[in-house]
Nanobody, 127 residues
């Protein structure tokens, strides 16, 4: 069982940066692949970024590639999402999700792939 807690959201102007954190309970968090998703009002939840267990291989949605960076610190049981050059269209509730990784390099990019979810943190970008 893994519990996830997001933090770091807020209200910023376009062009600013935010760093989201996803803190996990459990001693084996390094065995879990993690993803970030977001959901804007009236829209479906969409994939943002993913990171594999252990090796830290990453993958991004085209809409955030080059602006967002996902990383993990297994010693702190935490995954981060560094968001730079934020745009109004990045406004959403951001969720982190986790699942046991099938292999060291496994990445998961759809919501049904994940077993555990946090409660979300609001990110609002004003123009």
């Amino acid at each position: 069982q893994v519990q996830l807690l997001e933090s770091g959201g807020g209200l910023v102007q376009a062009g600013a940066s935010l760093r989201l954190s996803c803190a996990a309970s459990g001693r084996t968090f390094s065995s879990y692949a993690v993803g970030w998703f977001r959901q804007a009002p009236g829209k479906e939840r969409e994939f943002v970024a993913a990171i594999s267990r252990y090796s830290g291989i990453t993958y991004y949605a085209d809409s955030v590639k080059g602006r967002f960076t996902i990383s993990r610190d297994n010693a702190k049981n935490t995954v981060y999402l560094q968001m730079n050059s934020l745009k109004p269209e990045d406004t959403a509730v951001y969720y982190c999700a986790a699942r046991l990784g099938w292999s060291t390099n496994s990445l998961y990019t759809t919501a049904p792939d994940y077993n555990y979810w946090g409660q979300g943190t609001q990110v609002t970008v004003s123009s």
